[in-house]
């Protein structure tokens, strides 16, 4: 679980395990309150970081595309890497 103020600017970051390289399109991101699947206008274009794995970041908090208020949010990401789209829970995130 990560842990954010409500006034603090931050890289959310996750690792991707994939079996080819992902980077071709960025990844989105998506917080939600519910367990429920995140719906079209939910996500967020995210960028891939460099290194020897593949990481995946989003910008998030006040000044942002990504502002969360106080509470619990699941975070999702989602791949897109013809023909699959694969979306999976990524974390939880406490705003404080």
Do not use: Q
């Not at 006034?7 to 429920?36: C, I, K, N």
């Not at 970081?49 to 949010?73: C, F, K, Q, S």
Request: aromatic residues 8%; glycine residues 10%; hydrophobic residues 40%.
């Amino acid at each position: 679980m990560i842990a954010l103020p409500s006034t603090s600017v931050e890289y959310l970051r996750t690792t991707v395990e994939a079996s080819g390289d992902p980077t071709g399109t960025a990844p989105a991101f998506a917080f939600t309150v519910t367990a429920d699947d995140p719906e079209a206008g939910d996500w967020h274009d995210g960028e891939w970081v460099g290194g020897t794995t593949y990481d995946a970041r989003i910008l998030v908090g006040p000044g942002t595309d990504v502002v969360l208020t106080e509470g619990r949010y699941l975070a999702w990401i989602k791949v897109t890497d013809n023909p699959e789209v694969i979306v999976m829970r990524c974390g939880e995130v406490t705003v404080t």
